[in-house]
């Protein structure tokens, strides 16, 4: 079973950048697309971006378009995150996520379309 774990989190300032990074304590994460998603206090779960296997393949939720960017290191068995012009409404905890053995995207990118999951990474954006 893939085990995917995040890090990199932390407090930042409001336009501050942070890199989250995913990796895989059981198995490769390089043969499989990986999504990251966030969940802030009394709010659902919500798509942040996913990359597919090779990295040809990105998409971002409409929220973080342009201040964020996906990317893989496959060599490393690693995807990372970064975030740029954090606002505090970017407070939230991170999980990356896969659906081995998809390769690719899903069309539609909602939390149920993955099922290995993370344990979160906490990003704070406050001054």
């Known amino acids: 079973q893939l085990q995917l774990v995040e890090s990199g989190g932390g407090l930042v300032q409001p336009g501050g950048s942070l890199r989250l990074s995913c990796a895989a304590s059981?198995?490769?994460?390089?043969?499989?697309?990986i999504g990251w998603f966030r969940q802030a206090p009394g709010k659902e779960r919500e798509v942040v971006s996913c990359?597919?296997?090779?990295?040809?393949?990105?998409n971002y939720g409409d929220s973080v378009r342009g201040r964020f960017t996906i990317s893989r290191d496959n060599a490393n068995n690693t995807v990372y995150l970064q975030m740029n012009s954090l606002t505090p409404e970017d407070t939230a905890v991170y999980y990356c996520?896969?659906?081995?053995?998809?390769?690719?995207?899903?069309?539609?990118?909602?939390?149920?379309?993955?099922?290995?999951w993370g344990q979160g990474t906490q990003v704070t954006v406050a001054s």
């Open positions: 996520a896969a659906n081995p053995p998809l390769a690719l995207c899903p069309n539609t990118l909602v939390p149920g379309r993955f099922n290995s």
């Open positions: 059981s198995a490769t994460l390089n043969k499989y697309a």
């Open positions: 990359i597919s296997r090779g990295g040809g393949f990105t």
